[in-house]
C-alpha cells in the first residue's frame, strides 16, 4: 500500500539533490515529468535533447521503478566520450502519481507533462482509476505552468476518446494540435511521445494505431 512508500510532505522539502546530485545547487526542481514511465524510454530519448532541463519519471511498480533507476546509474556511470552525454539530469521516483503529484512538484513549475500509452482500464466500473479525470486535471493545472503541455497518446481509441474529452471540458486547457506544437519547436519531443517508449514500440510490432491529444496549460480560464 502508500503507507509502504516515502512521500514528501511538500515539494519543498523533498531532497531533489537526492535525485540529482551535479544540480544540487542549482535550485533546479524537475521541468518535465512522465507519469508511469515504465521503463523509461522517452526519458533517456529526451535527457540528451534537454541537456539543462530536469526531468523526472514516476512508476508505481516496484521492480519497474527499479529498473528505471539502475538504466539511469549506469548511463551516468558510462564515460561522457562514448555517450557525449550524463544524464545527470534524468531521475524516477516509485510513486502513486494519482495521489502524490503535488507532493512532488511546486506550483507552475512543469512545461511538460507525459501521459504514455497509459494503462486503459476497459471497464466503466474501473475508470475512476484512469489517470485523467477532473480531480486530477486540477492538480495537473496546479503543477504545469501556463504555457506548459500536456501530452497524451495511447492505441486504444476509448480511452483516446475519454482523455481529449475531460481535457476538453476543463477550463484551463486548450487543445494544441500537432502542427502547431512542430511549429513551435517541439518536433523531437513529438517524434519521442510516439516512439521512444517500450509501449509505444510494442504498439508499432503489432502495427497498432497511436491516437495523440496534446493540451496547453493557459493563464485566464476558458469560458
Ligand atoms: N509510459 C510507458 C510506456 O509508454 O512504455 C508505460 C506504459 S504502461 C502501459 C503504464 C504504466 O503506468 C505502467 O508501468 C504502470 O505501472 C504505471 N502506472 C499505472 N498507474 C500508475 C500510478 N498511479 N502512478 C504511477 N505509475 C502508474
Redesign the pocket.
Known amino acids: 500500500s502508500d503507507h509502504a512508500l516515502n512521500y514528501p510532505a511538500s515539494p519543498q522539502g523533498f531532497d531533489w539533490a537526492a535525485l540529482f546530485p551535479s544540480y544540487a545547487t542549482s535550485g533546479k526542481t524537475p521541468e518535465f515529468a512522465d ?5 523509461g ?1 522517452l526519458l533517456i530519448a529526451l535527457a540528451p535533447l534537454f541537456p539543462d532541463t530536469l526531468m523526472l519519471g ?4 516496484v521492480q ?1 521503478s527499479q529498473y528505471v533507476q539502475d538504466r539511469i546509474a549506469a548511463l551516468r556511470a558510462t564515460p561522457a566520450s562514448s555517450t557525449s552525454h550524463h544524464f545527470q539530469n534524468v531521475s524516477i521516483v516509485r ?4 495521489k502524490f503529484t503535488p507532493n512532488y512538484f511546486p506550483k507552475h513549475s512543469l512545461s511538460a507533462l507525459f501521459f ?4 486503459p482500464h476497459f471497464k466503466s466500473r474501473k475508470h475512476k482509476a484512469r ?1 485523467i479525470s477532473p480531480t486530477l486535471l486540477a492538480e495537473y493545472a496546479y503543477v504545469l505552468r501556463p504555457g506548459g503541455i500536456v501530452y497524451t497518446i495511447t492505441d486504444v481509441r476509448d480511452l483516446h476518446e475519454w482523455m481529449k474529452a475531460h481535457l476538453d471540458a476543463f477550463p484551463l486547457f486548450e487543445y494544441v494540435s500537432e502542427e502547431v506544437l512542430r511549429a513551435e519547436g517541439k518536433g523531437a519531443i513529438l517524434d519521442a511521445v510516439y516512439s521512444s ?4 514500440k510494442k504498439v508499432e510490432r503489432n502495427q497498432g494505431d497511436k491516437w495523440l491529444a496534446c493540451f496547453r496549460r493557459i493563464e485566464i480560464p476558458r469560458l
Open positions: 507519469v508511469g514511465c515504465g521503463f524510454g514516476m512508476e508505481i511498480r519497474v510513486a502513486n502519481s494519482m504514455l500509452f497509459p494503462d489517470i517508449t517500450e509501449e509505444g
